[in-house]
């Protein structure tokens, strides 16, 4: 089991950075596939992106490819997002998510449901 908690949220203007962090508490972190989504008000739960075990490779939906970075620190038990080029349009709370399983069972299908363990959950809010 692993207990996931979001930092770095808040307020930016368009065309600004921020970068999320997401600790995680628990044995066996790098058993875990990592993932970031985001939920704007009235829309559903949607998948932003995701690394493997070792942060070799990783995916990210079409509407931040390009501005958005995943990683993960093994050494330190944490993912990251960094947000480049931000826009009004990416405004969201932002949860880190845990899952297990074979990283090619994960690809082209980053369904919420695959993902066991959840963070709190960080708002970003980007506005002028």
């Known amino acids: 089991q692993v207990q996931l908690a979001e930092s770095g949220g808040g307020l930016v203007q368009p065309g600004g950075s921020l970068r999320l962090s997401c600790a995680a508490s628990g044995r066996s972190f790098t058993s875990y596939i990592l993932g970031w989504f985001r939920q704007a008000p009235g829309k559903e739960r949607e998948f932003v992106a995701a690394?493997?075990?070792?942060?070799?490779?990783?995916d990210y939906a079409d509407s931040v490819k390009g501005r958005f970075t995943i990683s993960r620190d093994n050494a330190k038990n944490t993912v990251y997002l960094q947000m480049n080029s931000l826009n009004p349009e990416d405004t969201a709370v932002y949860y880190c998510a845990a899952g297990l399983g074979p990283w090619y069972s994960y690809r082209g299908n980053y369904s919420p449901a695959k993902f066991s363990y959840w963070g709190q959950g960080a708002q970003v809010t980007v506005s002028s």
């Open positions: 690394v493997n075990w070792s942060g070799s490779s990783s």
